[in-house]
């Protein structure tokens, strides 16, 4: 377009084309093109609205931030109360809750399946109301008292997730949800604050709250909250839905994020088998959930169900176990990680907590023993917070006996002997021992073998300990040079086993590049950082080259991570292992282009509806969704006779089954790679 176009056009055409970037960057998780690209455009709109302020509007998105800092809030009457939700615990309280719904709809005691359910996570965040009036973002407030809430419209303004403007032919339209931190920025933040000396969040929805409701809205912006929409309110125009699982979908198509863990079920076991699944898969989620949300699907059972005091009738929170209890402390060891770190663990007197019984947590590190005054024979409270490793959170004074002990890291390491070390201003202390040390070798063998990184199924614990004790692995590469007799003849293995772990190591053999530079274990390079370095790098060997000025071209890699990954490579010892896993027949398999699917239609995906279910091997959710969108299909939440492919996973649920049950095709990472791969442009 041309400078002398109308500014009022070229205006409304940068907003449209911002707002499409900005939600595949922030909500698809799938950048559309290089932010040097967005910057661009955006600098642009900027221009433009400050030569000609007419052009300026509210929902631009130059005015996300901008508003001046406030003394208070304001307060918003909702137009319908914001209601809470009715709670159960155990699995009678869900039948009871189930019969009761059957029951006020004169449904027939027998039919058990009678209810269809949408079924989502309850986040573990705060409840907002967004309304927006002939499509623009006009009011965001908080839940407040239910009936008054908290006018917080510039501060959700920030929140990259929340639409300013939506393509709805309406008046008016107020969408529910709840804003919230996901679980690695809430772990940035932290550390942001760690390294300021400021005052650390307890957890992600402290963190959210406090975000939410900063009076300077720069604050909020750089705190990166997220939202989820879970609700719509009725009001005077007919919605466009007659289910709630609709309206999700076509809020979905308004680009409001909405999760992908929703689905549809039938009958309290549905309900029952959906929270056991998502308990399941609690702790890998991106965020923390307290619970699942159950609510009749049907809007017109909804209705004629209706409310009891202050929660609907046709929705129920399942919620999870409690997460913190008490007990006592009755000694503290130290463990020696992958790394060499010393980590020290409490030994606890066993205790039931988030579900499982509990017997070690983790105490961090000394400095934090000391900030926490933790000592043996104290009582402590332990948690089991999103990630699965329980921690020890502090210590009830009152309860402390006379004859405490406190705790000193140990000079040596209590596995090899070599000397402890701990390095200016670090808080970890440190095994000297290296790949010398039994411990170090013995973690960095399981990290390999690990779910995520190489997935050798069978090579848990106990078979590493055998494994190194006996000399007979000193290095991954080992484990590929392994004679099928060795294993046979280790103790308690099973002529069986014994060739399900060798077939296990044997089909590791090709790996994505993603996955194998994650199995190395480089110290700083986490899944998500190994997968940003194949997608640059694209090959192994053009990786180990790559100097620390290169590698901080890779999206999120500064120069700490591109020091432990120029030093893990320039290493003799790593790059031997590497050369004997190469020369082991470990083949690392480089990723497809799956960012370049965009650029054609795919002739096997443009218009198909997809279903994503399980664990990908290679593929998050949301990058196969991004991918999928891009070639221009659509990714339903739930299955049905529409469905064109079911896309299954490691521990695929009931939606794998709902498509057997309906004959739907059901392929797997590899198939859809391959169908991606038709749609990329010969090059
Ligand atoms: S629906 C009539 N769905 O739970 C109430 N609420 O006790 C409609 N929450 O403060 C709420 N996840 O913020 C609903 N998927 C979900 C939810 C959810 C979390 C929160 C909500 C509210 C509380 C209700």
Redesign the pocket.
């Given at each position: 377009m041309t400078s002398d176009a109308d500014p009022f056009e070229r205006a409304a055409a940068l907003r449209v084309e911002l707002d499409r970037q900005a939600y595949a960057y922030h909500v698809l998780d799938s950048p559309l093109v290089p932010d040097a690209e967005y910057d661009r455009l955006f600098r642009e709109l900027q221009e433009l609205e400050r030569a000609h302020p007419e052009c300026l509007a509210p929902d631009s998105p130059t005015q996300r931030v901008g508003a001046a800092p406030s003394t208070a809030f304001g307060s918003v009457v909702h137009r319908a109360p914001?209601?809470?939700?009715?709670?159960a615990f155990a699995d009678d309280e869900v039948r009871a809750f189930d019969r009761r719904v059957r029951e006020g709809l004169d449904i027939d005691a027998a039919a058990v399946d009678a209810i269809e359910y949408a079924v989502?996570?309850?986040?573990?965040?705060?409840?907002?109301s967004l309304t927006y009036v002939d499509g623009v973002l006009a009011i965001g407030a908080t839940?407040g008292d239910g009936e008054t809430g908290e006018d917080v419209t510039a501060n959700l303004r920030t929140v990259q997730a929340v639409p300013l403007r939506i393509d709805a032919q309406r008046a008016r339209l107020e969408v529910?949800?709840?804003v919230l931190m996901r679980k690695r920025d809430f772990a940035r933040l932290n550390a942001e604050q760690r390294a300021r000396g400021e005052r650390e969040f307890v957890n992600p929805r402290n963190a959210a709250a406090g975000s939410l409701r900063q009076l300077d809205t720069r604050m909020t912006a750089a705190r990166k909250l997220w939202f989820?929409a879970?609700?719509v309110v009725a009001e005077d125009e007919a919605l466009p839905a007659t289910r709630h699982s609709g309206l999700m979908d076509w809020l979905a198509g308004l680009r409001f994020p909405v999760?992908q863990e929703?689905a549809r079920v039938r009958g309290v076991e549905g309900l029952l088998d959906y929270y056991r699944a998502i308990g399941a898969q609690r702790a890998a989620l991106p965020y923390d959930?307290?619970?699942?949300?159950y609510?009749v699907d049907e809007l017109a059972l909804q209705q004629r169900l209706g409310?009891v005091s202050r929660?609907?009738r046709f929705?129920l929170?399942h919620k999870f176990p409690a997460e913190e209890a008490l007990t006592e402390l009755i000694d503290i060891e130290v463990q020696v990680g992958r790394t060499g770190a010393l980590t020290p663990v409490a030994r606890l007197k066993p205790v039931f907590v988030g579900g499982v019984t509990v017997t070690n947590a983790t105490l961090h590190n000394e400095d934090e023993i000391r900030r926490k005054d933790v000592r043996i024979g104290d009582t402590v409270s332990v948690r089991r917070a999103g990630d699965v490793i329980p921690e020890v959170v502090g210590v009830v004074l009152a309860r402390r006996p006379v004859d405490t002990v406190e705790f000193t890291m140990p000079a040596r390491c209590p596995v090899c002997d070599s000397a402890v070390l701990r390095g200016e201003g670090e808080a970890i202390s440190r095994c000297s021992g290296g790949l010398f040390c039994a411990a170090q070798r013995k973690q960095a063998l399981l990290h390999f073998a690990s779910r995520r990184a190489m997935d050798i199924e069978g090579l848990g614990e106990k078979l590493v300990d055998q494994l190194v004790d006996a000399g007979l692995v000193h290095t991954p590469a080992d484990l590929y040079r392994l004679p099928l007799d060795a294993l046979r003849a280790l103790e308690r293995m099973a002529e069986k086993s014994a060739g399900n772990v060798a077939a296990a190591i044997a089909a590791s053999r090709h790996p994505t590049l993603a996955r194998f530079l994650f199995a190395l274990g480089i110290r700083n390079v986490g899944e998500t950082t190994a997968r940003d370095l194949a997608r640059h790098y694209r090959s192994l060997g053009a990786l180990m080259e790559a100097d620390r000025e290169s590698l901080q071209q890779v999206l999120d890699v500064g120069p700490v991570v591109a020091t432990s990954i120029a030093g893990f490579f320039a290493e003799a010892h790593n790059r031997e292992v590497i050369e004997a896993l190469l020369a082991a027949g470990v083949v690392p398999q480089p990723l497809p282009a799956l960012e370049d699917a965009g650029a054609a239609s795919a002739a096997g995906i443009a218009g198909k509806t997809f279903v994503l279910t399980g664990t990908l091997p290679g593929l998050t959710r949301d990058e196969a969704r991004a991918s999928i969108e891009a070639a221009g299909g659509k990714v339903a939440g739930s299955v049905s006779k529409k469905t064109d492919y079911v896309v299954a996973g490691d521990e695929a649920g009931s939606k794998l089954d709902e498509a057997r049950m309906l004959g739907l095709t059901i392929i797997d990472e590899a198939a859809l790679r391959a169908l991606l791969g038709t749609s990329r442009p010969a090059r």
């Amino acid at each position: 377009m041309t400078s002398d176009a109308d500014p009022f056009e070229r205006a409304a055409a940068l907003r449209v084309e911002l707002d499409r970037q900005a939600y595949a960057y922030h909500v698809l998780d799938s950048p559309l093109v290089p932010d040097a690209e967005y910057d661009r455009l955006f600098r642009e709109l900027q221009e433009l609205e400050r030569a000609h302020p007419e052009c300026l509007a509210p929902d631009s998105p130059t005015q996300r931030v901008g508003a001046a800092p406030s003394t208070a809030f304001g307060s918003v009457v909702h137009r319908a109360p914001m209601l809470s939700l009715s709670n159960a615990f155990a699995d009678d309280e869900v039948r009871a809750f189930d019969r009761r719904v059957r029951e006020g709809l004169d449904i027939d005691a027998a039919a058990v399946d009678a209810i269809e359910y949408a079924v989502e996570p309850k986040f573990d965040g705060l409840a907002v109301s967004l309304t927006y009036v002939d499509g623009v973002l006009a009011i965001g407030a908080t839940r407040g008292d239910g009936e008054t809430g908290e006018d917080v419209t510039a501060n959700l303004r920030t929140v990259q997730a929340v639409p300013l403007r939506i393509d709805a032919q309406r008046a008016r339209l107020e969408v529910r949800g709840e804003v919230l931190m996901r679980k690695r920025d809430f772990a940035r933040l932290n550390a942001e604050q760690r390294a300021r000396g400021e005052r650390e969040f307890v957890n992600p929805r402290n963190a959210a709250a406090g975000s939410l409701r900063q009076l300077d809205t720069r604050m909020t912006a750089a705190r990166k909250l997220w939202f989820f929409a879970y609700g719509v309110v009725a009001e005077d125009e007919a919605l466009p839905a007659t289910r709630h699982s609709g309206l999700m979908d076509w809020l979905a198509g308004l680009r409001f994020p909405v999760t992908q863990e929703r689905a549809r079920v039938r009958g309290v076991e549905g309900l029952l088998d959906y929270y056991r699944a998502i308990g399941a898969q609690r702790a890998a989620l991106p965020y923390d959930i307290d619970g699942v949300v159950y609510k009749v699907d049907e809007l017109a059972l909804q209705q004629r169900l209706g409310f009891v005091s202050r929660a609907p009738r046709f929705a129920l929170a399942h919620k999870f176990p409690a997460e913190e209890a008490l007990t006592e402390l009755i000694d503290i060891e130290v463990q020696v990680g992958r790394t060499g770190a010393l980590t020290p663990v409490a030994r606890l007197k066993p205790v039931f907590v988030g579900g499982v019984t509990v017997t070690n947590a983790t105490l961090h590190n000394e400095d934090e023993i000391r900030r926490k005054d933790v000592r043996i024979g104290d009582t402590v409270s332990v948690r089991r917070a999103g990630d699965v490793i329980p921690e020890v959170v502090g210590v009830v004074l009152a309860r402390r006996p006379v004859d405490t002990v406190e705790f000193t890291m140990p000079a040596r390491c209590p596995v090899c002997d070599s000397a402890v070390l701990r390095g200016e201003g670090e808080a970890i202390s440190r095994c000297s021992g290296g790949l010398f040390c039994a411990a170090q070798r013995k973690q960095a063998l399981l990290h390999f073998a690990s779910r995520r990184a190489m997935d050798i199924e069978g090579l848990g614990e106990k078979l590493v300990d055998q494994l190194v004790d006996a000399g007979l692995v000193h290095t991954p590469a080992d484990l590929y040079r392994l004679p099928l007799d060795a294993l046979r003849a280790l103790e308690r293995m099973a002529e069986k086993s014994a060739g399900n772990v060798a077939a296990a190591i044997a089909a590791s053999r090709h790996p994505t590049l993603a996955r194998f530079l994650f199995a190395l274990g480089i110290r700083n390079v986490g899944e998500t950082t190994a997968r940003d370095l194949a997608r640059h790098y694209r090959s192994l060997g053009a990786l180990m080259e790559a100097d620390r000025e290169s590698l901080q071209q890779v999206l999120d890699v500064g120069p700490v991570v591109a020091t432990s990954i120029a030093g893990f490579f320039a290493e003799a010892h790593n790059r031997e292992v590497i050369e004997a896993l190469l020369a082991a027949g470990v083949v690392p398999q480089p990723l497809p282009a799956l960012e370049d699917a965009g650029a054609a239609s795919a002739a096997g995906i443009a218009g198909k509806t997809f279903v994503l279910t399980g664990t990908l091997p290679g593929l998050t959710r949301d990058e196969a969704r991004a991918s999928i969108e891009a070639a221009g299909g659509k990714v339903a939440g739930s299955v049905s006779k529409k469905t064109d492919y079911v896309v299954a996973g490691d521990e695929a649920g009931s939606k794998l089954d709902e498509a057997r049950m309906l004959g739907l095709t059901i392929i797997d990472e590899a198939a859809l790679r391959a169908l991606l791969g038709t749609s990329r442009p010969a090059r």
